[in-house]
């Protein structure tokens, strides 16, 4: 680890010890977003243990969701200012510590709190901060790692549902969140291979960290204690926080953060309202389930060879548009559901909008990269997944609420559907604005700089300007005051 750390600064490797990373954020995101899909599972035992409704009973999977986002931004603030490694080996001994002190729960609360909210911050600790430092190591497969990455939720999901049913049925609830919490320390072990990298865009030029450079070399020769030394570190902190967050600044990432809001709202519904919608109209409770199945299975391939195809020579340039065009299609796809009232019609619906999900999830970190660089990937993640947080917590209740007052799921995947397209339409709204103010700024730059053209010749550099200048003192010292120089 020394040995990395006194190396120079290098450009991503696109491999190598890369693959590794993407094996650990792989296994990040199956103790993370697979295991918090598979607290489901244990709804029905903790309703007939505490003897609650499912209202209080739902609570627990949506506080871990919602507080993994909301503390999201906590998790790139300890990975960029002690290490990745720490941040989330740190996130895995509290998520394990949740659901071990959960196992012993007495109460909803006891669980609110234990598998809630210190599981969720301990989530919160590793995700973001995974999922930066492929980006890290990747520049031309940048998507593919990313989508095998992120497959991990999918087929995470895939495997642990069956297995934690089968856990509760052996051992009770009490026993499989016990071994939940030993397999979640598995997050130690995926910290553990995030091996720092020292790239060249991650170093800052010295003229930002003069003032703190300097204020700190005189903190050397006074008391710790000092009123000088507290002032450093408040400025030190200031500039720190200024440089890892100034893109909140850049007004593409404000409408892209904008776009996120929209795009989380519409994406959670599917997930609580599909099956129950395909029993309204009539399908067998086995194939509902199998709609589901199909969906996470097909959400899998999109990651996967979504980012293999964005990685092409043909697309690459053209990711930010395929992004659009995935969230898009999932708001057509949320438009055309209330006509599907049938099994075979539900089919190509759960093929399509999975696909197309699984697309989409890929292209966020790839997306965010494009808008702010690779020095603040991490900082910029934590905010966007940060973003996720309120919409995935009130928009089941909404289309639910929508669902009662209606009688009918028709507007409340209608309302999904235009929130997703909204998303994709502002963004493509953006780019264009954009594009079409780009060689008007050009221009305006070109009028306004007041530096004359300049050559260089080996390694001296040289002005018209000053050639001129220097022939006209040349001139007038020849002339004299005494020459006639008519």
Known sequence: MAKVNRAGPASPPDGGWGWMIVAGCFLVTICTRAVTRCISIFFV????????????????????????MLCAPLGSVVSNHLSCQVGIILGGLLASTGFILGSFATSLKHLYLTLGVLTGLGFAL????????????????KALAYGIAMSGSGIGTFVLAPVVQLL?????????????????LNLCVCGALMRPINLKEDHSSPKQNHACRTQKEDCKRTSPYSSLTK???????????????????????????????????????????????????GVSHQQAAFLMSILGVIDIIGNITFGWLTDRR?????RYICY???????????????????????????????????????????????????????????????????????????????????????????????????????????????????????LLAKESDPKPQQWT??????????????KDEGFVAAAGPGNNLT
């Open 45 to 68: 035992e903790f309703q007939t243990y505490f003897g609650q409704d499912y209202a209080q009973t739902a609570w627990i999977h949506s506080i871990v969701d919602c507080v993994t």
């Open 126 to 141: 590793c995700y973001s901060p995974a999922i930066a430092m492929v980006g890290k190591y990747f520049r031309r497969r």
């Open 168 to 184: 509760i049925e052996e051992f009770s609830w009490q026993g499989a969140l016990l071994i939940l919490g030993g397999f979640v």
């Open 231 to 281: 002032e450093w570190a408040k400025t030190c902190l200031c500039c720190s926080l200024q440089q890892e967050y100034n893109f909140l600044l850049m007004p593409g990432f404000v409408v892209f953060a904008i776009s996120v809001l929209f795009m989380a709202y519409g994406c959670s519904p599917v997930f609580v309202h599909l099956v129950p919608y395909a029993l309204s109209v």
């Open 314 to 318: 043909c697309l690459k340039s053209y």
């Open 324 to 442: 659009l065009f995935a969230v898009g299609l999932d708001g057509l796809c949320y438009l055309c559901l209330p006509m599907l009232q049938s099994f075979p019609l539900l089919v190509p619906f759960s093929c399509t909008f999975g696909y197309f999900d699984g697309a989409y999830v890929t292209l966020i970190p790839v997306v965010t990269a494009e808008i702010v660089g690779t020095s603040s990937l991490s900082s910029a993640l934590g905010v966007v997944y940060f973003l996720h947080a309120v919409p995935y917590l009130v928009s089941p209740p909404i289309a639910g609420w929508l669902v009662d007052t209606t009688n009918s799921y028709t507007a409340a995947f209608l309302l999904c559907g235009f929130s997703m397209i909204f998303s994709s339409v502002l963004l493509a709204l953006a780019r264009f604005v954009k594009r079409i103010k780009k060689p008007q700024l050009q």
């Open 457 to 470: 010749n080996g390694s001296v550099a040289y002005s018209v300007t000053r050639e001129l200048d220097q």
